[in-house]
């Protein structure tokens, strides 16, 4: 059974920083493109940053490039966010998503991924 449990959300204000994790459990971790996402209430899933199998290719929507880094250590099957200068519109909620490293598609749309954790909460006040 496929896991993928994320961690380190929380309130901070605006220019913060914070660490988002997702451990991933049930899946060989080390084929799997995995990608972040987040919602807020009324609007659609929008896709953050994703990252190859490998860690070496990653993708990053236009809102949080330069802010926001996305990384893995599949020796410990967990993926990683680093969110910096934190902005009030980069509230929501957060989530991980996984899919086969070998699926064609956008790679930030949330059609293209398999596997999804339950998310974690970002508060950013201004």
């Known amino acids: 059974q496929v896991q993928l449990v994320e961690s380190g959300g929380g309130s901070v204000e605006a220019g913060g920083s914070l660490r988002l994790s997702c451990a991933a459990s049930?899946?060989?971790?080390?084929?799997?493109?995995m990608g972040w996402f987040r919602q807020t209430p009324g609007k659609e899933r929008e896709g953050v940053a994703s990252?190859?199998?490998?860690?070496?290719?990653?993708t990053y929507g236009d809102s949080v490039k330069g802010r926001f880094t996305i990384s893995r250590e599949n020796v410990k099957n967990t993926l990683y966010l680093q969110m910096n200068s934190l902005k009030p519109e980069d509230t929501g909620m957060y989530y991980c998503?996984?899919?086969?490293?070998?699926?064609?598609?956008?790679?930030?749309?949330?059609?293209?991924?398999?596997?999804w954790g339950q998310g974690t909460q970002v508060t950013v006040s201004s």
């Open positions: 998503a996984a899919v086969e490293e070998w699926t064609m598609g956008w790679v930030l749309s949330s059609a293209l991924y398999k596997y």
């Open positions: 990252i190859r199998s490998n860690g070496v290719s990653t």
């Open positions: 049930g899946l060989p971790f080390w084929g799997y493109r």
